[in-house]
């Protein structure tokens, strides 16, 4: 009874395994119901949901099976002999180690949500945005893509190397050097192409086939890898015999001779052999033969030796050679004449690449790719939050125990000229690590025939389900049209695409070239996941939620590290096309693609930084040099919420050289309450006239019961902290003078008071309708500055930030200036061209000569009026540097008392005094003043009550001091200001 219920026990464990490998697959989510609707019939019924996999069988396997592939059976055996025993193992510890650090960041994604089909590709987009979420996700198909193309030269190799040689099409008998090498790459692509068309041709008729093989592929390979053990142990007890013929230190093509020695004893007579025929100019023993076949002698050695051999330590460290060297034996002498000439090189076996350290880090690194495989079918996991990182992290575990004991193993068995020698030219064509196998080396070949085959396979299914699912969120406008397939589902369009890129890969034909392309594209993705678990777990997302508890953020930024210096290590300029590919990509989705938003970590960047940035704009004053025009554009609305005024944008984006910010607000009368609606109208309309007029920055509209009181609320509170607006610009009002437009004007005057108290630049703009539109051009014209009343350099920026606008850009600009007519013009022109050079602006200057009467004290006073200041000075006799001194002194001065007093308590006479002197695109520095003022070419006014004492102020346009005057203080200080001969007598006075 007992024995009863233990089998009981164990039956469903058994019946469940059995299921589990009979819905074996190792296709990308989606696939299975694509095969499901392949068949009308089996569509019509109803849907039966798959077995839910778990860790082993869902995670672990597929893994196995992507990781465990070409670069094993075709290449790992020549890395160990040219790399050598230590240089591989570090090759294989650090790719190892990138793809386990890569893992834990992948887990710590792939458990903090669910992962739908496309893998790394929705990882990376919904971590850190759609810009790098299509770059890397295009960067991934591609590797993906590649991955097949050498999956696919790989086989072909096996298949015309190995199995049948003599089903090239391009024969190579016979041919030697680089027509040997052509012919090889000619039938790789010929061979290539058919198997391509076939593999797509599988796929496009259904994935189902695909699918049943998936784990005859998979038992392939683990197969293929037990009978690798299994002959390297037999080689402790029972080495097998593998014959290498070795002319001095040179290994010798196994077809250029039958026995292994120059001459053999037949009968009662020495018989030369077919070696000696290929060195020497006939059969006879006093033939003229080679010189290095001469002195040296031919002898055989053990390709094999095994385990306990010691050839261990022969192989330790690295040979490299240069493309066509000779492959040499180490540890036997060789006599050799450096002045005799090379020949008979196609009797040795040569290396067929130049090889160095970086080229093996390239051509290694596919083989630890396919971490990939358990995220990409999350969908079909019982428990993916446990099954993706449980099972990846085993999946590479294992097989970095598989690839570093292969490494020794390899070093240990076979024997350095056996191994550098790639195809097998000195030992008849076999596959080394086929030979090592038992019970047969066919047990190799052909497992590794078929595994490449069911991984090409593969890479042409997952390739256009990915490219698939990033045309259909839309991202990548142009590659819209490969979001579409058969009625299944099946990407049709995708796959035509994968197999013209795949081609490519084909027509390239060398295996060592094609996989350092994909190691690109697969290291720039496992670089972007390690970027996004690091930026989430540092900006403490509040969504970052993970269930996998064992990563940190220096792990995932170490695992970045790795993955840019194995970039570079492989090989830098394929880097850089990659980071190119990957550059424009992101660019071309950020401009033209369509706007997602998945609460991607670079919005959370970009908070961060922005809210670092206003924290230190609050830390100081702005200094003058960092002053450039932060328009706020206040704009009217018709009834219908649109803007009245569209050119006020058109010139906003003409005057924004200086990239600054802008603030385009509007007013809506009402309460919020019953407004909302119409104010959300009003902003989507203003933002799209935004986008119209293409003026960046932000729209604000609104609401309050009068439109003073709303004009009043956008000026006192646009913009945040720092970053606020200095500047603002309206439209003067239309049809001021009619009586039912009069609260315009008053709107207006409003404006006005406020920004003068705001201490803020007021540009009015009149007929702004008549104002070019951002598509017009001027040919020529001119840009006219009255410069009448000194502002601090408003005047004079504005035309050259016009000027910086296509529209504006071949205007000339022209500054014109008032002098009485008892000034000296010409030297008051002389003066201002002298100080307009050294503001860097080109202009024509006008000095025009006008009536006492026609300008009133204060405008003459807040003129420049270059002359008599310098006169001043002059008389002071001071030196140049206790000028500069006295200027600098005096400006402190001027600040402290603005920043101290109350500007409506100011008197006239001190606020002109005040008044800052310097202009232009930018404010000038203090030392820049201090320069011109000693040169005697700084057009400054002069306070009439003190004129021994001048006082230039360098302040910036936000920053001046600006009076209203009325007609009390016109009374108070009529004396003073009123008379210009009071005026003049006041400059005509004795320091």
Same mark, same amino acid.
């Given at each position: 009874?007992?024995?009863?219920?233990?089998?009981?026990?164990?039956?469903?464990?058994?019946?469940?395994?059995?299921?589990?490998?009979?819905?074996?697959?190792?296709?990308?989510?989606?696939?299975?119901?694509?095969?499901?609707?392949?068949?009308?019939?089996?569509?019509?019924?109803?849907?039966?949901?798959?077995?839910?996999?778990?860790?082993?069988?869902?995670?672990?396997?597929?893994?196995?099976?992507?990781?465990?592939?070409?670069?094993?059976?075709?290449?790992?055996?020549?890395?160990?002999?040219?790399?050598?025993?230590?240089?591989?193992? $570090?090759?294989?510890?650090?790719?190892?180690?990138?793809?386990?650090?890569?893992?834990?960041?992948?887990?710590?994604?792939?458990?903090?949500?669910?992962?739908?089909?496309?893998?790394?590709?929705?990882?990376?987009?919904? &971590?850190?945005?759609?810009?790098?979420?299509?770059?890397?996700?295009?960067?991934?198909?591609?590797?993906?893509?590649?991955? !097949?193309?050498?999956?696919?030269?790989?086989?072909?190799?096996?298949?015309?190397?190995?199995?049948?040689?003599?089903?090239?099409?391009?024969?190579?008998?016979?041919?030697?050097?680089?027509?040997?090498?052509?012919?090889?790459?000619?039938?790789?692509?010929?061979?290539?192409?058919? $198997?391509?068309?076939?593999?797509?041709?599988?796929?496009?008729?259904?994935?189902?086939?695909?699918?049943?093989?998936?784990?005859?592929?998979?038992?392939?390979?683990?197969?293929?890898?037990?009978?690798?053990?299994?002959?390297?142990?037999?080689?402790?007890?029972?080495?097998?015999?593998?014959?290498?013929?070795?002319?001095?230190?040179?290994?010798?093509?196994?077809?250029?001779?039958?026995?292994?020695?120059?001459?053999?004893?037949?009968?009662?007579?020495?018989?030369?052999?077919?070696?000696?025929?290929?060195?020497?100019?006939?059969?006879?023993?006093?033939?003229?033969?080679?010189?290095? *076949?001469?002195?040296?002698?031919?002898?055989?050695?053990?390709?094999?030796?095994?385990?306990?051999?010691?050839?261990?330590?022969?192989?330790?460290?690295?040979?490299?050679?240069?493309?066509?060297?000779?492959?040499?034996?180490? !540890?036997?002498?060789?006599?050799?004449?450096?002045?005799?000439?090379?020949?008979?090189?196609?009797?040795?076996?040569?290396?067929?690449?130049?090889?160095?350290?970086?080229?093996?880090?390239?051509?290694?690194?596919?083989?630890?790719?396919?971490?990939?495989?358990?995220?990409?079918?999350?969908?079909?996991?019982?428990?993916?939050?446990?099954?993706?990182?449980?099972?990846?992290?085993?999946?590479?575990?294992?097989?970095?125990?598989?690839?570093?004991?292969?490494?020794?193993?390899? =070093?240990?068995?076979?024997?350095?000229?056996?191994?550098?020698?790639?195809?097998?030219?000195?030992?008849?064509?076999?596959?080394?690590?086929?030979?090592?196998?038992?019970?047969?080396?066919?047990?190799?070949?052909?497992?590794?025939? *078929?595994?490449?085959?069911?991984?090409?396979?593969?890479?042409?299914?997952?390739?256009?389900?990915?490219?698939?699912?990033?045309?259909?969120?839309?991202? +990548?406008?142009?590659?819209?049209?490969? =979001?579409?397939?058969?009625?299944?589902?099946?990407?049709?369009?995708?796959?035509?695409?994968?197999?013209?890129?795949?081609?490519?890969?084909?027509?390239?034909?060398?295996?060592?070239?094609?996989?350092?392309?994909?190691?690109?594209?697969?290291?720039?993705?496992?670089?972007?996941?390690?970027?996004?678990?690091?930026?989430?777990?540092?900006?403490?997302?509040?969504?970052?939620?993970?269930?996998?508890?064992?990563?940190?953020?220096?792990?995932?930024?170490?695992?970045?590290?790795?993955?840019?210096?194995?970039?570079?290590?492989?090989?830098?300029?394929?880097?850089?096309?990659?980071?190119? +590919?990957?550059?424009?990509?992101?660019?071309?989705?950020?401009?033209c693609g369509a706007e997602k938003e998945w609460g991607d970590g670079i919005r959370g960047i970009s908070l961060s930084a922005a809210r670092y940035?206003?924290?230190?704009?609050?830390?100081?004053?702005?200094?003058?040099?960092?002053?450039?025009?932060?328009?706020?554009?206040?704009?009217?609305?018709?009834?219908?919420?649109?803007?009245?005024?569209?050119?006020?944008?058109?010139?906003?984006?003409?005057?924004?050289?200086?990239?600054?910010?802008?603030?385009?607000?509007?007013?809506?009368?009402?309460?919020?309450?019953?407004?909302?609606?119409?104010?959300?109208?009003?902003?989507?309309?203003?933002?799209?006239?935004?986008?119209?007029?293409?003026?960046?920055?932000?729209?604000?509209?609104?609401?309050?019961?009068?439109?003073?009181?709303?004009?009043?609320?956008?000026?006192?509170?646009?913009?945040? =902290?720092?970053?606020?607006?200095?500047?603002?610009?309206?439209?003067?009002?239309?049809?001021?003078?009619?009586?039912?437009?009069?609260?315009?004007?008053?709107?207006?005057?409003?404006? $006005?008071r406020e920004t003068t108290a705001a201490q803020l630049a007021l540009l009015v703009p009149k007929n702004i309708s008549a104002y070019p539109s951002?598509?017009?051009?001027?040919?020529?014209?001119?840009?006219?500055?009255?410069?009448?009343?000194?502002?601090?350099?408003?005047?004079?920026?504005?035309?050259?930030?016009?000027?910086?606008?296509?529209?504006?850009?071949?205007?000339?600009?022209?500054?014109?200036?008032?002098?009485?007519?008892?000034?000296? &013009?010409?030297?008051?022109?002389?003066?201002?061209?002298?100080?307009?050079?050294?503001?860097?602006?080109?202009?024509?200057?006008?000095?025009?000569?006008?009536?006492?009467?026609?300008?009133?004290?204060?405008?003459?006073?807040?003129?420049?009026?270059?002359?008599?200041? &310098?006169?001043?000075?002059?008389?002071?006799?001071?030196?140049?540097?206790?000028?500069?001194?006295?200027?600098?002194?005096?400006?402190?001065?001027?600040?402290?008392?603005?920043?101290?007093?109350?500007?409506?308590?100011?008197?006239?006479?001190?606020?002109?005094?005040?008044?800052?002197?310097?202009?232009?695109?930018?404010?000038?520095?203090?030392?820049?003043?201090?320069?011109?003022?000693?040169?005697?070419?700084?057009?400054?006014?002069?306070?009439?009550?003190?004129?021994?004492?001048?006082?230039?102020?360098?302040?910036?346009?936000?920053?001046?001091?600006?009076?209203?005057w009325t007609d009390e203080t016109e009374k108070t200080n009529k004396p003073a200001v009123a008379n210009p001969d009071n005026v003049k007598d006041?400059?005509?006075?004795?320091?």
């Open positions: 009874m007992a024995l009863f219920e233990e089998e009981m026990d164990t039956s469903p464990i058994v019946s469940s395994v059995l299921s589990s490998l009979a819905n074996y697959s190792n296709l990308t989510q989606g696939s299975k119901e694509h095969e499901e609707a392949e068949n009308n019939e089996e569509a019509r019924k109803k849907t039966v949901q798959a077995p839910r996999m778990g860790t082993i069988m869902g995670v672990y396997l597929p893994c196995m099976q992507n990781i465990l592939g070409v670069i094993l059976f075709l290449r790992m055996t020549w890395l160990v002999g040219v790399g050598g025993v230590l240089g591989t193992f $570090v090759i294989v510890f650090m790719c190892c180690s990138t793809t386990m650090l890569t893992a834990i960041s992948m887990s710590a994604i792939a458990t903090n949500g669910v992962v739908p089909a496309g893998g790394s590709y929705y990882m990376i987009s919904r &971590s850190l945005g759609p810009e790098f979420g299509g770059a890397v996700g295009i960067c991934f198909y591609l590797g993906t893509t590649f991955a !097949g193309a050498m999956y696919i030269l790989g086989c072909i190799e096996i298949l015309l190397i190995y199995i049948v040689p003599a089903a090239a099409v391009f024969k190579m008998e016979g041919l030697e050097g680089a027509e040997a090498e052509a012919a090889l790459l000619n039938n790789m692509r010929v061979y290539g192409t058919i $198997v391509l068309s076939l593999m797509s041709l599988v796929v496009f008729v259904g994935v189902k086939y695909v699918n049943k093989l998936a784990l005859v592929f998979l038992a392939c390979v683990i197969l293929s890898i037990l009978a690798v053990y299994a002959g390297v142990i037999k080689t402790s007890f029972d080495p097998p015999d593998f014959p290498v013929c070795v002319l001095g230190n040179r290994t010798l093509v196994s077809k250029s001779f039958d026995i292994c020695a120059k001459t053999i004893e037949r009968g009662n007579g020495t018989v030369t052999t077919k070696l000696w025929r290929s060195f020497c100019d006939s059969e006879f023993l006093n033939a003229t033969c080679d010189d290095y *076949f001469t002195n040296n002698n031919v002898s055989q050695i053990q390709g094999i030796p095994g385990v306990t051999s010691g050839i261990l330590a022969e192989n330790l460290f690295s040979m490299f050679a240069e493309k066509n060297t000779f492959i040499e034996k180490r !540890g036997i002498a060789a006599a050799l004449d450096p002045e005799a000439p090379l020949t008979n090189t196609n009797r040795y076996v040569l290396a067929d690449i130049t090889s160095f350290f970086t080229l093996l880090v390239g051509i290694y690194f596919p083989s630890v790719t396919g971490i990939m495989a358990g995220s990409n079918r999350s969908g079909d996991l019982q428990d993916a939050q446990k099954s993706i990182p449980v099972g990846t992290i085993m999946a590479i575990t294992t097989t970095s125990i598989i690839y570093m004991s292969s490494v020794i193993l390899f =070093g240990a068995c076979v024997d350095g000229v056996v191994l550098r020698d790639k195809f097998g030219e000195g030992v008849n064509g076999n596959l080394v690590i086929g030979t090592l196998a038992w019970p047969s080396p066919w047990v190799i070949v052909f497992g590794s025939f *078929f595994s490449t085959c069911g991984a090409g396979l593969q890479s042409l299914t997952g390739a256009p389900r990915l490219l698939q699912a990033i045309s259909r969120d839309g991202i +990548i406008p142009f590659l819209r049209v490969f =979001g579409h397939g058969k009625a299944n589902g099946e990407p049709t369009w995708a796959l035509l695409l994968t197999g013209c890129i795949c081609e490519i890969g084909i027509i390239i034909a060398s295996l060592d070239s094609v996989a350092p392309i994909l190691s690109m594209f697969f290291l720039m993705c496992y670089m972007f996941v390690n970027l996004a678990c690091a930026l989430q777990t540092l900006l403490r997302t509040p969504n970052w939620r993970p269930r996998f508890k064992f990563y940190h953020w220096a792990l995932s930024l170490l695992g970045m590290s790795l993955c840019l210096t194995l970039m570079f290590l492989c090989s830098w300029y394929y880097a850089i096309v990659a980071m190119v +590919i990957a550059g424009c990509i992101y660019k071309y989705i950020e401009f940035a206003l924290m230190r704009l609050e830390q100081g004053p702005p200094h003058t040099k960092n002053w450039r025009p932060q328009i706020l554009v206040l704009v009217g609305l018709d009834g219908e919420q649109n803007v009245e005024q569209p050119r006020l944008l058109s010139l906003t984006n003409q005057l924004k050289a200086g990239k600054g910010l802008t603030i385009v607000g509007a007013c809506v009368e009402g309460t919020y309450l019953n407004n909302q609606p119409q104010a959300q109208k009003a902003d989507e309309s203003l933002r799209k006239l935004m986008e119209i007029e293409k003026v960046k920055g932000f729209s604000q509209v609104v609401i309050s019961s009068n439109l003073r009181d709303a004009t009043s609320h956008l000026i006192q509170a646009g913009g945040l =902290g720092g970053l606020r607006h200095n500047a603002v610009l309206v439209s003067f009002p239309k049809n001021w003078k009619q009586v039912e437009e009069h609260h315009r004007c008053r709107n207006f005057i409003e404006i $006005v951002n598509g017009e051009r001027f040919t020529e014209g001119y840009i006219d500055v009255w410069w009448i009343v000194h502002d601090g350099g408003m005047l004079m920026l504005l035309p050259f930030l016009l000027r910086q606008h296509k529209v504006w850009r071949k205007c000339k600009m022209r500054i014109f200036t008032v002098a009485q007519m008892d000034d000296n &013009s010409i030297q008051m022109k002389k003066d201002l061209m002298t100080f307009l050079y050294h503001l860097r602006f080109d202009a024509e200057v006008e000095v025009v000569e006008m009536h006492d009467s026609d300008i009133s004290a204060y405008t003459y006073e807040k003129t420049l009026v270059m002359e008599q200041r &310098s006169q001043i000075l002059k008389e002071m006799h001071l030196t140049k540097n206790e000028r500069e001194r006295e200027i600098q002194s005096i400006t402190d001065v001027s600040r402290g008392s603005i920043r101290r007093k109350n500007p409506s308590n100011l008197h006239p006479q001190r606020s002109i005094a005040e008044e800052s002197v310097t202009g232009g695109g930018e404010e000038k520095p203090e030392e820049e003043v201090q320069l011109i003022q000693g040169k005697n070419a700084t057009p400054t006014p002069t306070s009439p009550t003190s004129p021994t004492a001048p006082t230039p102020v360098a302040m910036s346009p936000g920053e001046e001091v600006q009076m209203t006041m400059f005509n006075m004795k320091p």
